[in-house]
C-alpha cells in the first residue's frame, strides 16, 4: 500500500553543515499492517515520517500511497489519506479536548457531514478512555493524556495510512497497551497501514507485524523480529550488548554492558 | 636714541587712546531677565543668538538682523520671511533642544530663551563659556513694553524701542477705550478653532487672549481642565464635543491657517471654510446664518503681542466701532517697517467675501 | 446513532447544553452592545430620554407619527453627529478585535495585536507626513492624512509580508520582520516630529492617541465596508486558525490546510481591516491586544466562537471608552485611545484574576 523508494533527505545547516540525515531509504508496508521503525536517537525516525507526510521535504525519493505518487496530491488529499500524530504538541493555546479532535475531521468535512463528524468523534472518545477529559482544556493536561488526546485525532482522520511518532513514551502500562491495541484494532478493522516510531523493542515486537531497524539514516535490518532482533545487530545499531531472550512468544531485549 | 623713545611712547599713548576710546564705546546694562536673574551685560550686544520667532521679530524690529548671528528651525526654515538667515545661522532645532556647539563657535554676546525652555541647562552649558543666557519670553503679550524697553537698552536703540512701543500702545489703547463701555453680556461669543477639526483653545493660550483682548468671548474661555499657568505658553489644541460647538452659539467662528508667511489661497480659505460651515449641526450656529467665519494666519497675526490679531477681530466683532481702522494696513506698517519684509496682504479671509466671488 | 450509551449520551448532552450556552452569550453580548449604544446616544451635550435617543436612532424607518414629537433639529442632530460616532466605535472596535484574533491565531503567539506588523507606525508616520507637507494645496486635509495613513500601513504590511514569504511565510518572520519594521517606521516618525513646527508636532501626537470625534458618515461607510468584507472571510478561516492555534504549521499541514496560503489570507484581511480603522480613527492601542483575550477567557479558544465574541467585546470596550471620554471632562474630549486603557485593564485583570482558566495565556 504504502511503497517508499530511495528516499534521501539531506539537512543543510549552516551550524552543522551539509548532513545526510537518511539515505536511500526503501520502505512498505501493506494494508492492515503494523510496521514499526526503531533505532536509537537521532536514527531519522521521526524525520523518515514527516518526510513520508511531505512535511519535510525530501528530495530523490518515489513514493506511492495505493499506486498514486503522494507527491502529486494535494493537501487536502493527503491529508485524508495519512494521518500523522506527532511526537508532542507544543504549547497550544486555550483549545477544548473536543474540538482538539474535531480537527482531525477536517480535511473530510463538507457542509452536510457534521452529523458524521460527531458521531466519529464521540466514538474515538471512548475508544480511548477519554470521556472525563472531552471538555476540559487542551493545555491543562499532562503529556500522557495530550498523546492519546492527538491519538484520537489521527482516529477520527480515517486515512489509509496512520504515522505514529512516539505514541507511547509518556504513558503508563495502562495506556501504553490502550494505544498499541487501538492501533491494531484500526489496522485490523479499517485495513489502514500503521507506521509507528517507537523506542521500546518489546513492545513494538509484541504488536508489530514487522519490524525496521534505523540507524543513522540508514536501513539496517527489516523483517520479523525473530529474524532481526540478533545480539549482532543490537550491537551493531545499539552499540550494547543486551540479553536477548523470550516468554511467550515475545521478546524482550535487556542492556547489559558496553561492549 | 631720545627720538625713538619719543616714538614709542606715543605709539604707545596712541595705542592706549585707541582701546580707550573702544572701551568708551561700550556701556554696561545690569537688569534682571524674564525668571529674575540679575544680568550685567556689555551693551549694546554685536553678536546674539535668539530662539523662538517672536524674541527674532522683536529683535528686528528694535535693532534689525544685523546682530542676530544664530536663530532656531523655524527662522532658518521660513526664507521668505527671513531673507538674511543662512543654513549656517541654524542654532538648534528649538528653544528646547539647543546645538551648543553651533552656539559656542558663533561666539554670541548673548543668547536669548523664552522661559518654557530649557534655560537652565542652557545657562550651566553656556556658562562655562562665558556666554551669558538671557532669559526673555516675547510671547508674552502682558510683557510686551518691558520686553521691547529692554531690547532698546540691550542693543542701544532706544528711539527704535519707543516707536515700536508707541505703536504697540496706541492700538491697545485704541482697543481698551473704544471697547470699555461694552458690556460683558453685548460682547460676541466667538469660537475660535485651531487648524485641526473642533479643536479649540482654552485660557492660557496667547489665542485666547487674543480674542479677548480684541473685545470677543471665547466660547469656551470658561473651561479649565488643569490649573496650568499661561508659563505653559500652551499651543496644543483640545478637542470639543461638536454639539458642544452648537449649544453654546458663537457669533463669530475664526480659524487659524496652518503656519507660514505666504498667504494661502483664497481657493484653500473657501474649501476650508465651506467645510466648517457645511459640518453636521451647524446651520443652526449664529455664526453660520450670519457666514461670520474668518480664517486667519495665526503667524502674522501673532506678531507683536497679537495686538493686530486682536485689532482685526474687533473689527470683524464691532464693524461700527472700527470703521476707521484697517488692520490691513496696520498690518503693512508691522511688517514692513517694523520687520522689513514685504506685506504680502491677504492673511484673512472671510466666508461672506469669498461667497460674493 | 439512535440508541446511545449512557456514558456518551450524557456528553452530547453537555455538548448541545454548551452549544446552546454560546449562542446565549452571543445574543446577550449583541443585546448588550445595543443597549450600549443607546446609552451613548441619548448622553451627550443635550440629555435626551432612552425612549427619545432610541426613536432617532432608527428615524429612517418609523412611521413619522412615532416621531412628531421630537424636534427636527434633535433627530438630525442624533443622526449626523451622535449615531456616525457610535457606529464608528462599534466598527473600529470590532474590526480591532477582529484583527487581533487572526494575528493571535497565526502566529501563535499571545502577544501579538494587529499592529504587529508594525502598521501603527507605519500609519501614524503616513498621517504625519500628510500634515507636515501642510496640506495647503488643493487636497482637503483630512482626507490627505487619511489616504497617506493607510497608504503607509497597507506598504508596511506588503514589506513584511513579501520579507517573510522569502521563509515560507512563518510566523517567526511576520513577528520578527514586524518588529523591525516597527522600529524603523517609529524612527521615520520621531524624525518627522523632529523636523515639524510645534502646530504641526501636537497636530502629529494628537493623531496618535486616536480620537473618534468628529466623525462622518462617508468614514464610516468606508471603514465599516472593509470590515463587512473581512469578517466573514476571517469566519471562514475559523477551522484553520484552530489548527494553528493546536499545533503550529506541520500539524496545520499534516490536517489538510494549505498553511503559507491561509496565513497570507488572513494576514491581508487583518491588515486592511486595521489600516481601515486607523486611517480614520488614529491609533486606538489595546483593544486588538485585550478585547481577545478577555473574549478567551469568557468563552473559550475555538475561533468558531472566539471571532464574533471578541468583536462584541472590542465594540463595548471602544464604545464605553468613547462615552467616558466624551462626559468625564465635557465639554473637552479626551481622546478615546487614552481612555481604553484605562477602561479595560482593570477589567482584564478582574477577568484574569478570577478566571479558572489559569493556564489561557
Known sequence: MLNVEKLSYRHGGRATGDRLILDAIDLHVNAGEIVCLVGPNGAGKSTLLKCINLIQPSQQAAMTLDGRALVQMSRRDLARAIAYVPQQSGTAMALRVIDM????????????????????????????DLQALALRSYDELSGGERQRILLARALVQQGRLLLLDEPTSDLDLHHQLQAMTAAREIADAQGSGVLIAIHDLALASRFADRLVMLKQGRVVAQGHWREILTPANIEAVYGVSALIGSDHDIPYVIPMSHP | MQLFSQLSFSLILLAWATLAYAQADRHSLTFRDDVGRELTLKTPLKRVVVFN?????????????QPVVGVDIDSARSHAYWPTITPAMLAGQGQSSPNYEAIVAMQPDAVFFPRNSDWQKAATVLGRFGIPVVVVTAWDVLKHEENVSLFGKLFEQPQRAATLNAFYRRYRDLLTQRLQNLPMGQRKRVYIEEVGAYKTLLKGSGWHDMVEIGGGVNVFGDVSIFKQPSARGSVQGFSVDPEEIIARRPDVIVKLEPGQYEPHSRAFSSQVLEAVAARPGFERVPAVRSGQLYHISYYLAGGCSKIIGALQIAKWLYPDRFKDIDPEQVMRTWLEDFQQVPAPGGYTASLAELRKG | MNTPSTARGALLHTLQRRRWRNWLALLAGLLLLVAAMSLSAALGVQKLSMATSLRGLF??????????????WQIELLQQLRLPRIVMAVVAGAGLALAGVAMQGITRNPLVSPYTVGISPAAAFGASLAILSGAAGAWSAPYLTVAAAFVSAVLCATLVLAFSALRGVSSTMLVLGGVGLTYLFSALTASVQFVATEQQLSAIVQWTFGSLNGSTWNEVAIAGGVLLLGAPLLQWHAWALNAFAAGGDDIAASLGFAVGRVRAVVTIVAVMI???????????????LVAPHIARLLIGGDHRWLLPFSAIVGALLVLLSDM????????????????VAYVGVPLFLHLLLSSRHKAAL
Not at chain 3, 324 to 339: E, N, S
Request: no cysteine; hydrophobic share 55%; proline share 7%.
Open chain 1, 101 to 128: 479532535i474535531a480537527l482531525g475531521r477536517a480535511p473530510h468535512r463538507r457542509w452536510n457531514s457534521a452529523a458524521q463528524d460527531r458521531r466519529l468523534v464521540l466514538a474515538a472518545i471512548e475508544r480511548l
Open chain 2, 53 to 65: 520667532r517672536y524674541t527674532t521679530e522683536f529683535v528686528r524690529a528694535v535693532a534689525g538682523m
Open chain 3, 59 to 72: 428615524a429612517p424607518l418609523l412611521p413619522q407619527a412615532w416621531l412628531s414629537d421630537i424636534p427636527r
Open chain 3, 274 to 288: 486595521t489600516a481601515a480603522v486607523v486611517s480614520f480613527t488614529g491609533v486606538i492601542g489595546f483593544v486588538g
Open chain 3, 324 to 339: 467616558t471620554g466624551r462626559l468625564l471632562f465635557a465639554p473637552v474630549i479626551i481622546p478615546v485611545g487614552i481612555v
